[in-house]
């Protein structure tokens, strides 16, 4: 008996201790590691602003470098993220069903663009993967943000183009080819919700292409996966879904024992746990990866800021915005971009000017940035929203 009533309270404490954490305890990210999260927010936000206050008190948890967000519904409310964070910028790019997106750290991440890649293949890939090219300490990474066909029967069928795992096989053909012919030297994260496993038998695998190519590719989740089911990123299931590969290029960083892949359980540190992370905020957990880089010393403390403050006003806006900023220097110039990455206008500053009128024409409503250039320097950078 005396056994028994042990070991009832030491279960008693660990469960109440479990429970006990607070998203104040939360923690991910650090000064020395580029810290990269993939995180499926399931029809963001599946509680209206409840979902944003969650997501806005996790994210400032976590301390993290950049965020690469599947499966917002509602374009509007995403910029409402972005509102209650500070020195934080994203973008959300439209598509026809469930949209991808970037959060990132304007202190840590610079000299950004962002497009979406391989138009025309919705088959294979019924949202168009989002490229984020950056630097970081200095040093230029792309990272593809992904969100793949869900469901099949876990049977891959070759001769059926339709069937679930052949599509996902297919796209992980795309993204291979499109990484070898684009970025064959680079650092290369590619992330997402790939809604398959990893640990399938080859013939089965959908990742196989990239499993077969050790020399250039490496889950590095692969442990989790391997591992206790307590650990993966879709419980209700339960399976691991979410996955972050790189390339070679980034083998000895991952391999720096500072370096980390973590399923980030945010549900322990709720109340409620895992019903009220799943009814406020996603049935996915996020999955982060930590690189530490010995040659870049960079820190959040030390990084280089922008050296001007760049502003529009109205914004959101509709038919024209008066973008604003410090005494123009000699050649500088004001770029403006669609969310696609292409370029839509071009202001070239007189000397000492401060603010150009931009009047928008015929474009349509969505997302745009401005750049302000001095010289071949990125100085600054801001997000606009048009709307019709």
Not at 14 to 25: I, P, R, V
Not at 94 to 109: G, H, K, N, Q
Not at 209 to 228: P, Q, W
Not at 348 to 365: C, F, M, R, V, Y
């Amino acid at each position: 008996m005396r056994k028994l009533l042990l070991l009832l309270l030491t279960f008693t404490l660990t469960f109440t201790g479990l429970f006990s954490q607070n998203l104040e305890d939360l923690n991910f990210g650090s000064d020395s590691t580029l810290d990269v999260v993939s995180w499926n927010l399931e029809w963001f936000p599946t509680s209206g602003s409840t979902t944003i206050d969650y997501v806005v008190e996790i994210i400032n948890a976590l301390d993290v470098d950049l965020i690469a967000i599947q499966e917002i519904d509602e374009t509007t409310m995403f910029y409402q993220i972005l509102e209650e964070l500070d020195g934080w910028d994203g973008i959300c790019v439209d598509s026809d069903y469930l949209e991808l997106a970037f959060l990132y750290r304007t202190d840590v991440i610079e000299d950004v663009e962002i497009v979406q890649i391989l138009p025309g293949y919705s088959r294979e890939l019924p949202r168009e993967p989002l490229v984020m090219k950056m630097k970081y300490g200095g040093e230029d990474f792309v990272i593809i943000n992904n969100h793949l066909k869900c469901c099949g029967d876990g049977i891959m069928d070759l001769s059926d183009e339709w069937d679930e795992e052949t599509r996902r096989f297919d796209a992980c053909n795309l993204l291979d080819d499109y990484i070898t012919v684009n970025y064959p030297d680079n650092n290369v994260i590619l992330l997402g919700d790939l809604n398959d496993i990893l640990t399938d038998e080859p013939e089965n695998n959908v990742f196989q292409t990239f499993l077969d190519d050790s020399e250039n590719y490496l889950f590095t989740d692969m442990a989790i996966a391997e591992g206790n089911s307590a650990d993966w990123s879709y419980p209700t299931w339960p399976s691991h879904l979410d996955h972050i590969m790189i390339t070679s290029e980034l083998f000895d960083e991952f391999e720096n024992p500072s370096s980390e892949i973590l399923t980030i359980k945010v549900d322990e540190y709720l109340s409620n746990g895992w019903t009220e992370y799943e009814n406020y905020v996603s049935d996915h957990r996020p999955v982060g990866l930590k690189l530490f880089f010995e040659s870049t010393g960079l820190s959040k403390s030390n990084s280089i800021q922008s050296e001007v403050d760049l502003r529009n006003y109205p914004n959101p806006f509709s038919d024209y915005t008066t973008i604003s900023f410090q005494a123009a220097k000699e050649n500088t110039t004001i770029e403006i971009y669609s969310s696609k990455g292409k370029q839509i206008k071009h202001f070239a500053l007189t000397k000492g000017q401060t603010s150009i009128k931009w009047n928008t024409g015929d474009l349509p409503e969505g997302v745009y940035l401005a750049r302000l250039i001095y010289g071949q320097q990125l100085m600054g950078m801001k997000k606009m929203v048009l709307i019709k």
